[in-house]
C-alpha cells in the first residue's frame, strides 16, 4: 500500500509539472492558434539558463532571470513571427515552430556537450518522507509552486481583463477585434506566459530524482504533449487533468516495471503516449476539447 | 503548380487550362530537360568518385520516403510526425527477413530469403503498419493527427528496443547486401567494368537507388494527376466539400497513410542498405522532423519539391562533413565550435523558418518566381494567376 501510495504522490508532482507545461500549450493555442513544438527546447533554454547562473548570481536571482529570458524567447517568437503570419493554417505554423526548435535544440546541445549541468537547487536531492510515503523534496516543492501558479492562472484568466480579453479571442477573434480588444496584445501576453511556465517546469524537471540538465530533458517535456492533447488542446481545465493523468499513469508504469516486464523495460517512458492514442480513440477532441463543428 | 488542381479548376476545366498548343510547346522542353537530366544521373558513375555515388544514394532512399510523406501532409493535408516509424518498420523488416540468425554479443533471429522478398516484405509490412494506424487518423484532424502521429515514434521506439532478437536492440544490426536473381550489389562478384571504370558497391547501388526513385517519382506524379489524387487534395482543400463531391473521406485517408507509409517503407529498405546496419535508435523523432524539413523546403504538395528537399536536406550535412576543413565556422568533430552536422541543422531550421515565413511554395515556388521572370508575359488573356495558386498550395 505504501508503494501505490508513493507512486501516486510522485505521480501527481509529475503530473504537475507536466500540466504547467501543458498549461502552457493550451494558452498559446487559445490566443494564437500555434501548436508549439518548440516547447521542449524552451523549457531546456529556462533550465540551461538557471544553471549556468546560479554560480554567479546564486539560485534564487538565477531563477528569476532564467523565466524571464525564457519569457522574453517566447515574446521574441511571437512578435518577429507569429505575429507576421496571423490567419496562417495551423500546420505551417506547427511547422515553423519544428523550425526553431531544431535550430534552439541544435546550439543548447551544443552549449551542454557531453556535461550534466547541475541546476543547483538549493534543496538539492533530499528526500522527505511522511508516515512511509516518500518523495523527493524537489517534487514535492515542484508540487506545491505549481499548485499555486495553477490557482494564479485560473483566477487571472476567470477575473483580470486579460482573461476576460483572452476567453473572448478564443471564442470569436473577429469579433473581440471589434469589441476593441488588442489580439496581438493577448497572442503576446500568452506567449510570455507559456514560456515562463515553461521554463518553472524545466527547473523542477531538472532537479532530483533527475540527474540534471542535458539534452534529454527535451524529450521528456514532450511528454506533456500527449498532456494536453488528452485534455483537449484549446482547454486550461483539460491540460491540468491532463497533465495528472499522464504523470500518474507514468510514475505508476515505471514504479510497477517489474510487474509489467512483459511489456518491456522502460515502458514508462512510452506510457504517456499510450494513454494519448487510447483516448483519443474514444475522444478525438480530448476529454474537454471543444468538439470541432463544421458548417456549410 | 502542374500537379496541383483547385476545385475550381476541377469544376471548370475549360475555363482555366491554357491554349493547347503552347502546353504542348513547354511539355517537350521540360521532356527534353529531363532526358538530360536523366542521362547525367545515368553516366555520373563513370565520371564521380565514390564519396558522391554513396551520398547519391542516400539521397534516393530520401526521395522516396520524401515523396511518400509529401503525399499525406502536401497533398492530402493530413500531418504525421509518423514517417520515421514506417522507415524503421521497413528497414527491420528488411534486415530480419533477409539477415541471417547468429549474433555474437546477444542472439538474432533472421529468415535468410533472399534480398529482392525481404525488400518487398518491408514495403508491404509498412504499408500495414500505416493501414493499422489509419483508423486513429481517421478519427483525428490536423495538430490531433499530428501529435498521435508524434506518439507512435516513441511507441515504436519501444517497441523496437524490446524486441532485440528481431532488431539487435541498442547496439543494431547489419543489414545484408541487396541482390537481384543472382546479381549481388557488393562490390564483387560478378567483376564488372564500364569504360574502363571498375563498378563497385557505391556505382552499383547507384543504379538500384536510380530505378527506385524514379519509379516512385512517377507512380506519385500519376497518381497525382488520376482521380484519386485529385480526390486527396480536395480532402485537403476541405473535407466537407470533398464528402459532398462524392469522395469517400474516410477510404482516401486510410489509403494515402497505406501508400504513404509504403514508401517509407521502402526508403528505409534503402537507408539500411545505405547506411550498412540499422539500429532503432536511428529511427527517432529526428528523422520524422527532418522528413517534415526535407517537403517544407522542397514545397508542400509538389513532387518534384519533395525530391528537392530531399536532395538539400541530405547532401548537406554528408557535404559539410566531407569538407568540413574547409568551411568558415565549421569544425572538424572534438574541436569544440560548430560540427558539421550541426551547421547543417541550424541551417535547415532557419531554411525551415524563412519558407513558411516568405516562400510557403518552398524550392519549387522560388524556381517558379525566378522562370517566371523570363517568361514572356502572354498576349491574349492572362494565365491565372500564380501566386493565388502557390498560396493555396500550402494548407
Redesign the interface.
Known sequence: MNTFLTLLLNGISLGAIYALIALGFAVIFKASEV?SFMHGSLLLFGAFTIAKLNASIGFFPAFIVGVLATAGVGLLVERL?IN??RG?????????T???????L??L??RIGSDILNAGHPWGGDFVRIGGIGITENRLYAMVTAAVLIALFFTAFKFSSWGVAMRASAEDGETAALMGIKLGRVSALAWVIGAGLAAVAGLFLVGSPTPGVAPGVH?VA?RA??AA?LGG?DSTGGALVGGLIIGIAEAMASGYQDQLLF?????G??V???V??LV??VR???LFGTK?L?R? | MSDTTTIGEQLAPAASSTPPTRRSGLLSLRTLLLLVALVLLLVTPIYVEEFWLRTGFAVFGAIIGAIGLNLL?GTT?Q?SLAHAFFLAVGAITYVYVSGESGGTAEVIDGLGLPPLVGMVAGVLLAGIAGLLFS??AA??????L???S???V??G???L??YTRVTGGFNGRTAPEFSLFGFTFGSTDPDLFVAGVKFGEAERLWYLGLALALVAYVFAKNLLRSRPGRALQTLRDS??AAA?MGVDVQGYKARVFLVSSMYAGLAGVLYALSIGSVAPESFA?DLS?LY??MI?LGGLGSVGGAALGALFVTALPLVFQEYAGSLPFVNEPGQGG??AG?AA??L??????LV??FE?AGLVGLGKRITGLFRRKPRTSPSPPRTTDSTKE??
Open positions: 501548436v513571427l507576421r503570419l496562417a493554417p495551423v500546420i505551417s505554423l506547427a511547422i515553423l519544428i523550425g526553431i526548435d531544431i535550430m534552439m541544435t546550439e546541445t551544443r524529450s514532450l504533449f500527449p492533447i488542446l511489456l518491456g523495460r522502460g515502458f517512458d512510452v504517456p503516449y499510450v494519448m492514442i483519443l480513440l478525438p477532441s480530448g470541432e463544421t456549410v | 501532409v493535408g500531418l483508423p486513429v478519427r483525428l484532424r490536423g495538430i490531433y499530428g501529435v498521435a508524434l506518439g507512435l516513441f511507441i521506439q519501444h517497441v528496443n524490446t473535407e466537407v459532398v523523432l522532423v517534415l524539413a517544407v560548430v560540427s550541426q541543422r541550424l535547415f531550421g532557419l531554411a525551415i523558418v513558411v515565413l510557403p500550402h494548407s
